[in-house]
């Protein structure tokens, strides 16, 4: 009996490790080089708006509209890359009165709910670590695209829209008493099946 117990134990586990190999949804690379965050801030009731790029993470996602509901994102963002087009006015918003690079380059969302809204609209819920803060946010995305590109590799892509509280985040203190607490944001992400 012992004999036999002993033969069907690797046997066991090796089922039990293709069951969760082919459980396994696959992962999908975000493209920094085609990934990017668009904001906008109200000062003085004008709109200052910048990007960020460079965004990297890992979406785990089925690739079939009845998969959205088990679907994870982690994306980083390198604050560095923020870009206004105006240089004195990056340098100041990298400084310690707002983002300060140095101390918190980065910012990293992580994904807490993803679910179909309607006509393949969905909403991705998860918090944003940025300046060192946890914040919850919520991104209104419009429904997947599928192309291809030269190389015939398959991308998925999706343009989202939300907010972000920089007084949540202590971004800008005493400095900023003009800006609007909260910016909007448009992230666009272009991935390929990793």
């Not at 690797?10 to 949804?25: D, K, Q, R, W, Y």
Request: hydrophobic share 40%; glycine share 8%; charged share 20%.
């Amino acid at each position: 009996m012992k004999h036999a117990q002993l033969f069907a134990l690797p046997l066991i586990t090796s089922v039990c490790f293709s069951l969760a190999a082919g459980a396994e949804e696959p992962v999908w690379k975000i493209q920094p080089d085609t990934s990017n965050i668009k904001w906008k801030i109200s000062n003085l009731g004008l709109n200052t708006s910048g990007t960020f790029s460079n965004i990297t993470g890992d979406v785990i996602y089925s690739g079939a509209a009845e998969g959205l509901s088990s679907a994870h994102v982690i994306a980083k963002v390198p604050v560095v890359s923020l870009n206004t087009k105006n240089d004195m006015r990056d340098k100041h918003l990298k400084s310690k009165d707002f983002f300060n690079v140095k101390e918190f380059p980065l910012a990293e969302f992580r994904s807490t709910e993803v679910k179909e809204t309607k006509n393949g609209h969905f909403q991705i819920v998860g918090t944003l670590l940025l300046h060192g803060v946890n914040q919850s946010v919520t991104l209104e995305a419009d429904p997947l695209k599928t192309t291809k590109d030269k190389a015939g590799k398959q991308h998925l892509s999706t343009t989202a829209i939300g907010k972000v509280n920089r007084k949540t985040a202590g971004i800008g203190g005493f400095t900023a008493a003009t800006m609007s607490a909260e910016a909007k944001i448009e992230v666009t992400i272009d991935m390929i099946k990793g």
